[in-house]
């Protein structure tokens, strides 16, 4: 047969996320040589960096071929970002065969074994290779007393491991472990089963919620950018659900053991990411979990733990940046987690790379990059650093007029004439007639000028007012702070405004950190992620707005967008049917003689053959496509009574009583001429 890779490439060259043209592509890759295939396999995996069956496929094909070195090399990139108990197997299978009968063995052996179980110990099928350790474990050579003590200990350690969560067969794991403290020593075996029971009780207790949780979930699906495909919407439900349940903390970790329960959450996360990968909201979702938790770590003294989920959250930034490089929203979370954290210069760097990113892409993802830029250095540099950042955008022609509103409402708060300076940059922006025709930009000159206020006394009015203020009642003057604390004030101050908003209505802003950074980082019209991602977090683009609620609108807002749709052009009319003659349906027992039907209606039911026919036992049934073929091949005549969806014919629309009732309609229309079977 043929290699028909060409063909296939075709339609990837033109969908890059076909997964069926990939699927078939990989099947004839398989036919090839592993010298052909190779590169068939990388440009799928450069896609799919998370697909680990194909992974696993690719390491097969090697390993047939004999060509070791490959195989460690693909093992080494894909248990990076797969989260595979199959994966992890190969790998620990390929270390055995390769390793057996050497010097090293124990050795790396070990390493291996501490590898997978620290990385995919706590999945639910992990307990084969939990048990693998532990019997690798016990074959140790016979040592010394000491060595005897501390190989007694290390299994304990595993065997309470991999009991201490819900996995599958936790209870025979649980009898393994019983046995060994028996038989080990039985003087003391009591004491440390009893101690550890409650434990592995509820562990065992909750093996099938998490079975149940874990069965409708799809972790062999190819990761894709998100098409409203309702599928991947029930997948995104299941998985959000899931990790819902997870965070409830149903094992009840307290004090001390609260680090395992960031572990379960973040290992849910991880699990997620390799099919949902394109989701920025998930990746916002865990690195705002782990950045609390870490918070939370060093309120309870661990320094250590609070130390490592830093480092968690920069890796996890990271790793969303790798796999989404072009995500306006998770660049500019990561360059705000970096300046809380007092990392400046590394938040600088970001932002930097983002615009190197964006290359010559023009709009409103490089404007508001350099407006958080600006808005951030402000914070951090003060005006002159803003200004800095600012002298560069406005000599950017591919900016908007947005980055001149932006540093003209900053200048409010950072010259000592803010009035002016503000002025003077709205000025600027007029200069040679650059944004001479722009409405928005108008408008926006407009309202400063109409608006000039003291910052401090403003702010200091929004708390008294916020004080007296019914928290039911205050939502909308909150959101009204955080848009403005969003532009004048420290980021600390923004976080603060948000934690209220989390704290007084949880409903709308608990779980979605990445609500809270879509009302932060959109500026008027520009919104830092794609529609597409706004509809995976619930949020509806508005035209207009710089609040801290993305459906928000304020006052001059609105005036924005009307001078904007005034001065776009005018859209076609598109024509339906007369919504004058329409009838409501009133079913009762005897409705079927009163409908009233169209003459071509009644003609067409006349044709039709009985309803029994339809059924299935009658066999007879309607292909649809073939009937749809049918209707197009005819020649429908143009209707005789139309109009255009305009809102002046609101005024020549029949009331109520017009449309039940023929005699009301317009002389000589159609309605008058509709007869009652």
Known sequence: MAFRGGQIEQAIAADEHDSAAWHALWSEAQRLSIAESRDYYEKFLKVYPTAAKYWRLYVQHEVKNKNFAQVQALLNRSLVSCASVPLYHDYLRFMKEQKTGTPEYRKEMGEAYKFAVDQIGLDFTSTDIWREYIVFIKDAAPGSFHEENQKILDVRKAYQSAVRSPKQSVDTLWREYTDFENSSNANIAKKVIGEFSKTYNKARQLTRTLEHKLKPLNEAMLARPPRGDPVEKEQLRRWIDYIDWERSNPMGYEGSESGNLVKRVHYAYRQCLVVLRHYERLWIDVATYLSEAAVEAQQRGDSNAAIQLDADVIETYKEAGKFLPHSTILGLAHADHLESQGKNPEAQVVYEQMLKRLGDKEGGDLTLVYIQYMRSMRRTGGAKAMREVFKIARSDDRCSHHVFVAAALMELSTAKNGDKVCTNVFQLGLKNGRFAAEPAYAISFLDHLSHMTDQENTRHVFQRLLADIAPEKAEEVWKLFHSFECTYGTLQAVMDVEKKLTSFYPEKHDKQ???????????MDLMPCTQAALDTMGVERIAVGDGAGPAEVDPADKARAEAVASAAPEKPRLYGPDLRMLGPFKPNRDSPPGIVYRPLVLDLLRQLPPPAQFRAEAGFTVRPDAL???????????????????????????????LDDPAAAPAGSPAQRIKTE
């Open 513 to 523: 950190p990445a609500k809270h950074l879509v009302g932060r980082f959109k500026f």
């Open 628 to 658: 749809i073929r049918e209707i197009i091949k005819r020649d429908i005549p143009e209707p005789s009574v139309g109009f255009a969806f305009d809102d002046a014919d609101a005024a020549s629309r029949p009331s109520k009583r017009g």
